[in-house]
Structure formats: C-alpha cells, structure tokens
C-alpha cells in the first residue's frame, strides 16, 4: 500500500469529514487488491464513536471485508501478553491513595483540609497515570532543584517519593503504566519482526506520552502510516519552525503534530494529503488559521491579512451569536437545533459545558425533540444517584428534620409499598415537625406520632423508619468496607419501606443497574479503602460518584446531536453550533495542581497546563471548518459579565482589523445572523397579546370580603400589621391560613425572643423580697442557663445566646432599678371592647410597674432595636395601646389606672431605650387612631391591601407569594374585589 522509502505521514484539513474521508483514502489505496487484503489491514482509532462511524460508513458500500479495527486507548484488545498482567482497576488505586494522602495530613495539617482527601487522590491519580504515560519516574521527580521555590512544593516532592512503589510494582500495574509497558513491547517487536500488512493510526494528535511512542512504532513499521485530523496546510514554514518553545507555543492548535513531526523525523513539507476531499470552506480555513496564529500575532495580521479571500464571502457560513444571559443562549440554540431538525439538516451542538447542553436538552423537549446525547446523565444526578447521596448525608450527625424530609420525599423511598399512603404519611408527619419540632426527631418521636395518627398504616411505616435511622449520629471511625455495608443496608430499607424484604426500585432500570454496578464495585476495591470518618466517606463518595455516567436507552432524534469537544473530529454534521464560548469555559482553565508546579513540570518531562488549552483549540480549529457554524456565547453568567474565548477575540479582532478585505462588514453581517435566532428567543418570552387568564400579571389585591367574614378581636401587635400590610391579616383570619415553619428548624430572632421574654418573666415574678444586685444577676444568670437548657436544643445557640445574656444584664438590671416600681402584672392579658365597633383588641405587655407615685410604667422588651419615635407614630403602636388598655381599665385586677409612661429596652449590643411620656392628648389621639382604623374596615368598601404602608421594599411578608407580589409593584395602585360574597367564607 506505501513506498516503505517515502514518508507515511498523512493528514486532512480541518473541515473534512474525517471517518468518511479515512474510509474513501483507504478504499482507493486498495484498489485493485483482493478483498481479503483489506481483512489484513489494521486500523488504530482513537475514540469508541469514531470506530463506530467507520464501521458505519464501510457498510454504506455493501458487503466486504472490514480491517481490524482497534483503540489507541487499548493497545491490547484482542491480544494475548505473557508476563503483563491485567490493569489494576483505577478506582483501587485510588483507595490506595486515598490512604497515602491521609497519612500525609495526618502529618502536615496544614497542607489540605481533610475533606479533600478524594479531590486530592483523583489529582494524584491523574499524575501518575501522565507521569507513566510520558516515561517520567519519581526518581526524577525527587532530583527535582526545588530551592528557589517555597517550602510547600520541597514537602510535596518529597510526598512524591512515597508513590515508587507503584511504578516498580509489575504484578499490579495501573492502566497507563500497562499501555506504555505495551508500547514498548510491541515497538522492540516490531523492530525484530515488523508486520508486512498495513498498520494505520487515525484520529489521534499523538498528545499523550504513551500514544505519540506508539504512533513512532508504527511510523517506523514498512506499511505504517499516520493520518492526522484537522492539519493546518495553510500554516507557512516559518511558522512552524516557531513552535520549537513549549511555553510559549503549548496552546497552539497544531503545536501537538510539530511536536511528533519531531519524534517521527519528519517536517511540515513531508505531511501529504490522505484524501483528496476538500474542506467545506478552504478560504475559512484560511482566516481561522491566521486569526489563532501564535503570539505575537499583529505583524502576522499585517502581513499575510491583506492576501485573505474575501471576508464576506468566506464567513458567509458563520454565525456569531451573542446572548444576553446562558438561559437565552440556550433557548436560542434549542431554536436553531428545532429548525435543522424541521428541515432535515444534521446538526450537532458541541460545547465543554454540561450545565448548557442540558438547559438545551430541557429547551428542546417542550418540542418533544430529544437529542442523542454522546455524554449521557452524570450517575449523580439521576434519581438513584440522588438517593444514595442524600442517604449517605445521613451518617454521622444527629438527624434533622430537613435531612429526614429529605430521604421521604425522594421518589425511590419506599417504592415497594403504596406511594399514595407513604406521601400521605409523610406529609402529615412534616406538618407536625413543621409545627410542632422536634428539631431533631429521634425513632421514638416517630412512633409516638404515629401512635396518635388516625391512619392505621402509621404505626407500621414508623416502626420500620425508626428502625432503619437507629444509631445513624455514631461519628467512629470504620473501615470503608463497613461504610459501604451501612450504605447499602440503610439505601436498601428506606427503599423498599414497611416491605419486609426486597430492595424497591432502587437497583432497577438503566440508572439503578448503573448505580448498583458502582455500589458493587466499590464493595469489592473497599478494602483498600482504609479506616474514615463518615465525613471522609461522604466526601469521598460524592468524589467517586461524580465521575460515572449512564446512558438510559431512549429513541434520540437521529439529526440532532450534542457531542464533547473531542468528538469534533468525527464531524459528519452540517451545522455545526459551538456554545459555551468564554474564557474558563471554552478554553477551560487549567485545574489547580496541589503537587506540581509549572516548571517543576517542566523540568521533570511533564506537560504543560497550556496543554488543555492547545487541544481545546484544535477541536475548535476543525469544528469551526463545518459546512454551517454557529458561534455563541453568553455576555453574562449568574455572577458577572464574560470574557469571550481568546478564539472570538482573535478572529473578531483580525476581522475588525481588515477592512479592505470586508471584514468589519463581514462581521456585522455574522451577528445579524445571529440576532436573528436571539429575537426569536425574545419573541418566546414576551407576553401573548391576548394570554389566557392564567398568564395575566396579577395585580395588587384590596379583598373586601364579607362583614360578619372579618375579624372581630386582635391582639396588640396584629394592629401594627394591619396599618402595614392589610392583606396579612385578611388571609390569616379571614382564610384561616397560617404560615408554617422552615423544615429546617434553627435558632432565629423569634427563638430568641420567646427565650429572653421566659428568662425576664420567670426573674421577675420570682424575685424574693430583698435581694442584692449581684444576687439579682446570679440568679438572671442561673434562669438563663436553666431556660436555656430546657428550650434550646442547639448546643452553639445555647453558648451564644447565655454569652449575649451575660452581657445585656448590667443593662438589664440597672433599667429594673432605675425607676424603684414595683411590678404588678407580668405577662398578663389584658381586653378592650370597642364601642359600637363590635370589636375586641387583647394583648400581653411584657410588664407593668406601679412607680411610687400611683402611676403605671408598661415596659416592652426587643431582644432587636426598638421601634424609633417615628415609627412608634406610624406603626409601632404595641404600647400606647396597652396604655389605653390599662386607662380603660382593661387589665384585671388592676382597674382603670393612669399611665405615666411606656419604655421599650433594648437588650441588643447597643443596649438602646426609647421612651415616652403618655399624657392625656396623647391617649386620645390613639383612641381616636384606633377607632378609625378598625371602623374603616367595618364598612364593606374597605379592601385589605397588600403591603400597604410597609415603609420598606424588604418588609418580610409571610402572604407576599399569596398576594403574587412581583407581578406587581409598590407603586401600582390597589385593585378592590369583593369576594366570599353569596358563599361560606
């Protein structure tokens, strides 16, 4: 097939449809010959979807023989090796140093905190297998002149060391270790007795250690042959022999085939065409391989800019899409992928960002449109995934009622009973945790709800729960087999329920297979695990678990695909769309290496970080030669504005920068392109001009419910929501709604609150006859920790709380004595009728003092600020209002009495008072506020308005979601509807 005299070095240009163009070079290479020739033909590929397109395209021309099709990735396939024995499974390897690196921060503390035990293993692992792939020991990692770096890198070389064994181990070699031992056995074989038959290597760049020395074997070979994907025949000479410096030239896109030019002895000019198949747009070719021309690249511009085609016409292919935000990114390209599919265009969406092409994914299926995904779903994110994450959170700590919630609510929990009955059970079971506590419910707590529930399957559901959560806060050290034991067992139970045996659907269908092959083989590597915490074990099952994929069996639209970076050599699609384009994302930043510095790297025969970016660019050199482009990017992410790809900005900048060639004009017409497909996806989200009722922006609601429907008593600080925010209290006494609590109950200011008030209530109606100042705070104190211990379940809220008391109770105790009264009601209830009104107002004042004068003192306690004087005159009316009540004679036992004053004390840090005189003027003034205020809503067109006069955009209103406040503003004007009119309210 080749004169064994001439250089066997082949490429395509980018843009070419790299399987069908292999396949049409080799078919007319063995033209003429046999049939059966063409079964002695070996073909080494470089990924599993290339092989499958090649085998595909080979059918297309009917019966034959096909070659021997193998990976680059597994050298030894089909091949029987004696004295090499099989690879190491990676995930043992792994474990193993897992344990090393333990043993490490058991040492030096400082160097990792210990939950990054799994990320810091899966970087070591990663090193060794590039150090193996590319011939580099630790030997020569430890001769390593480290002295003019800091001291953290001398103690990571000499960590290093501690992996020699590894390397020297034959009996259990890592897999890149086994595909180098390979390499080398077959190229001193070869070198003996070489094949006669054709031995071809396709697809791959030679980045790797281990492949380039493979591809040098078969370079060497009689009828060896390498055919390069996406080459650049437009880079002139110069250029090349520029990229002799790997720091400097380590990112470009074809630095990778200079580099095995120089293992093979080749040069640029040796390189010939495999196929005659022209690219989509030769003159494409043309400007991209300019535009990504390494630094510095100006005078290059200048130079060879001028000899361009065109721009116009060259780009007229080329789309540059420029988003607002990612979600209108992907909608735009769900837009453009529905529209190939429509017109039956293959298409194809090739971005490095999984969060993207799954919004894409989401877009598409409101078109029932499901693209044939070559990534799959993360394990940890589909629903076993999900399920063995949350019940691996539940070790090692006491159990909240959110985590327990948690589990409940998963799909997977008890899946071999009725469901119906289980979330039923559930959530009558988060009303009362909601409501009611415990923070931290216990097996017992469960059962003893259960045994007052009406539902006759309560007792059994809690009595399998509580079983299955016995001991789950045990912190102990285990080894990794009994954690996966225990992980397995409790998945297993909460899974299947009350069933006395089977496991639910938790193992079932393609994501439970998946997961139950991950969760078995990391029973049979656990025992090179080592002994962890359940806080490694979690981190370090989050670590493992996040690197598995599944595929489920769909029917995929067979034009609309979505592809890694690396699959962009396969091509075979028309339009092509790369998304995600903006530094960090594509290129990716190079990851942090915790071990290796860059010129340690480099000093020890490693490649670069640059390396990364050098192969994201040469997937996008070939992906950006596709017959149709689109280019797109976000000008935003959640967090701030993007930095477009160094790639966009070459090729906008060379194009702004050659207006002779039309390129300003070729670059406008390429972002009206994309406006285009970005005002559809606009066109998507603007309102409908006639929407259906339910699409209509709610406006402000004012209820104006039924009379004998409103209420008729509140209590003193429910007035001051009735002035703010109306529409509160209509859809609490009214609606009879109540807001729940959080599901994860924590220590709040209301806590706090109800905490404090018990402590001062308890310190003043037990305050003995005589008792000194320091007695008085011993026994503030005592109450403190006495109440406390019995209210607060939070250890930390307990200590910070007891520490906020210690230093609010010299300030405390000075305002208790300051006026020398003498409490008379503490905490006591009092009631006014309002006349004519029908109409009740009741509350508690914190304390009432009788001062040596007659008069009464109503005191309020704010573990917060109390209210200023200004909003004491527009909604902080608790106290004047008790004053009233305590004038009118509304507190029991204590008769009509005069007011002398109201104090709110503050038991915050800046321990502020705010006090007021009450005079007679001042008494009426709030009967006549309050008078008209409830009177206003004794008539029928009175609305209850929501917020009101809340005097703050971030006034926390419990209804605001009821009230549908935000598609509407504070500004709008209130909408009044009667309603419940005719009907029970």
């Given at each position: ?602 000093d020890a025969g490693l490649l670069l970080p640059e390396r990364r970016i050098g192969l994201s660019a040469h997937d996008f050199q070939q992906a950006v030669a596709a017959p149709r482009v689109v280019l797109s990017r976000a000008l935003r992410n959640a967090e701030a504005e993007t930095v477009p790809s ?340």
């Amino acid at each position: 097939m080749f004169d064994p005299h001439e250089p066997r070095l082949f490429a395509l240009p980018p843009g070419a449809d790299f399987p069908a163009a292999l396949v049409a070079g080799l078919r007319a290479r063995m033209q003429g010959a046999p049939p059966e020739a063409m079964a002695r033909v070996t073909l080494y590929l470089n990924t599993t979807r290339m092989r499958r397109r090649v085998v595909q395209i080979f059918g297309q021309h009917g019966a034959g023989f096909l070659p021997r099709i193998r990976l680059v990735s597994d050298l030894a396939a089909d091949m029987v090796v004696p004295g090499l024995p099989p690879a190491i499974p990676s995930l043992r390897r792994k474990l193993q140093l897992t344990v090393l690196i333990g043993r490490l921060l058991d040492t030096l503390p400082d160097l990792a905190p210990r939950s990054a035990l799994a990320d810091l293993a899966e970087s070591l692992a990663a090193l060794m297998s590039e150090m193996q792939g590319e011939g580099v020991g630790p030997d020569r990692v430890a001769a390593l002149d480290v002295s003019d770096h800091s001291e953290h890198w001398a103690r990571t070389r000499e960590f290093l060391t501690i992996i020699t064994p590894f390397f020297t181990d034959a009996e259990e070699p890592d897999s890149e270790g086994r595909q180098r031992r390979l390499a080398l056995l077959l190229s001193d074989l070869w070198a003996t007795a070489p094949p006669q038959d054709p031995v071809i290597v396709a697809g791959s760049t030679g980045s790797r250690g281990t492949t380039a020395l493979f591809m040098q074997a078969v370079a060497r070979l009689p009828q060896g042959a390498i055919v390069l994907p996406g080459y650049d025949f437009d880079m002139p000479d110069q250029v090349w022999a520029g990229l002799d410096d790997a720091l400097t030239s380590e990112d470009h896109p074809q630095y990778r085939f200079h580099r095995l030019m120089g293992l093979v002895g080749a040069t640029p000019p040796d390189v010939r065409l495999w196929h005659d198949a022209a690219p989509p747009s030769a003159a494409r070719n043309r400007v991209v391989s300019l535009a990504l021309r390494p630094a510095p690249v100006t005078d290059q511009w200048l130079v060879e800019g001028p000899d361009l085609p065109d721009l116009s016409a060259a780009m007229q292919d080329v789309t540059l899409m420029e988003s607002t935000t990612p979600r209108q990114e992907a909608l735009s390209i769900a837009l453009i992928l529905r529209d190939a599919a429509e017109h039956g265009t293959p298409a194809a969406l090739i971005s490095p960002d999984r969060v993207l092409t799954r919004q894409v994914a989401a877009a598409l299926d409101r078109w029932n449109i499901r693209p044939d995904d070559s990534a799959g779903i993360p394990l940890n994110q589909t629903a076993p995934g999900r399920f063995l994450r949350h019940v691996v959170r539940l070790f090692g700590h006491k159990l909240t009622s959110d985590t327990l919630l948690t589990v409940l609510k998963h799909p997977l929990t008890a899946s071999a009973m009725d469901r119906g009955q289980h979330l039923l059970l559930a959530r009558d079971l988060e009303l009362k945790l909601r409501r009611e506590g415990p923070a931290f419910p216990t097996g017992p707590d469960l059962i003893a709800w259960a045994g007052a529930h009406s539902n006759a399957h309560a007792i059994g559901w809690a009595t399998a729960l509580a079983g299955a959560l016995d001991g789950l806060e045990d912190t102990s050290t285990l080894p990794l087999t009994g954690h996966i034991a225990r992980l397995r067992l409790l998945a297993e139970r909460l899974s299947r329920g009350p069933a006395p045996d089977g496991t639910g659907e938790l193992w079932q269908e393609a994501p439970g297979e998946a997961a139950l092959a991950f969760v078995t083989g990391l029973e049979a590597e656990a025992v090179h695990g080592g002994d962890l915490s359940p806080g490694e074990f979690r981190d370090l099952f989050d670590g493992l678990i996040s690197g598995e994929e599944v595929r489920a069996p769909m029917i995929a639209h067979p034009g609309v695909m979505i592809w890694g970076t690396l699959e962009a050599r396969v091509q075979g699609a028309d339009l092509v769309i790369l998304a995600g384009l903006n530094d960090g994302t594509w290129p990716a930043l190079p990851p942090p290496d915790p071990w290796l510095n860059r010129r340690m790297r480099l000093d020890a025969g490693l490649l670069l970080p640059e390396r990364r970016i050098g192969l994201s660019a040469h997937d996008f050199q070939q992906a950006v030669a596709a017959p149709r482009v689109v280019l797109s990017r976000a000008l935003r992410n959640a967090e701030a504005e993007t930095v477009p790809s160094r790639w966009i900005n070459r090729l906008t900048n060379l194009m702004d920068g050659l207006p002779g060639r039309n390129g300003p004009d070729a670059l406008r017409q390429m972002r009206a392109r994309g406006k285009t497909w970005l005002d559809l996806a606009a066109a998507m989200d603007r309102p409908l001009p006639a929407p259906d009722a339910g699409l209509i922006p709610a406006t402000r609601p004012a209820p104006r419910p039924p009379l004998a429907a409103r209420p008729t008593s509140l209590s003193l600080t429910r007035v001051e929501v009735l002035i703010r925010d109306p529409y509160a209290i209509y859809a609490d006494k009214v609606l009879n709604l109540r807001p729940l609590d959080p599901i994860r109950q924590t220590p709040d200011a209301r806590d706090r609150g109800t905490v404090v008030h018990t402590i001062l209530e308890r310190f003043v109606r037990e305050r003995p006859l005589e008792e000194s100042r320091d007695a008085a705070r011993a026994r503030l104190m005592a109450l403190t920790a006495d109440v406390l211990d019995d209210q607060v379940p939070w250890p930390a809220a307990r200590a910070l709380w007891a520490a906020r008391m210690e230093r609010a109770a010299d300030h405390f105790l000075t305002i208790d004595a300051a006026e020398g009264g003498q409490s008379v009601l503490v905490e006591g209830r009092g009631e006014l009728a309002l006349q004519g009104l029908n109409f009740t107002l009741f509350g508690t004042p914190d304390r009432i003092d009788l001062l040596p004068g007659g008069k009464l003192h109503l005191i309020d306690y704010k573990t917060g600020s109390p209210p200023s004087d200004k909003e004491q005159k527009s909604f902080a009316k608790q106290l004047h209002l008790a004053a009233l009540l305590a004038t009118e004679g509304g507190f029991k036992g204590l008769g009509p009495q005069q007011v002398a004053k109201i104090t709110y004390v503050g038991l915050g840090s800046a321990g502020k008072v705010t006090e007021d005189e009450i005079t007679p003027e001042k008494l009426e003034g709030v009967r006549d506020g309050l008078y008209h205020l409830i009177g206003s809503y004794a008539r029928q067109g009175q609305g209850y308005t929501s917020r009101r006069a809340v005097f703050t955009e971030r006034f926390p209103g419990d209804y605001d979601h009821l009230a549908r406040f935000g598609e509407w503003e504070m500004t709008d004007r209130p909408d009044p509807q009667d309603v419940g009119l005719g009907d029970t309210p």
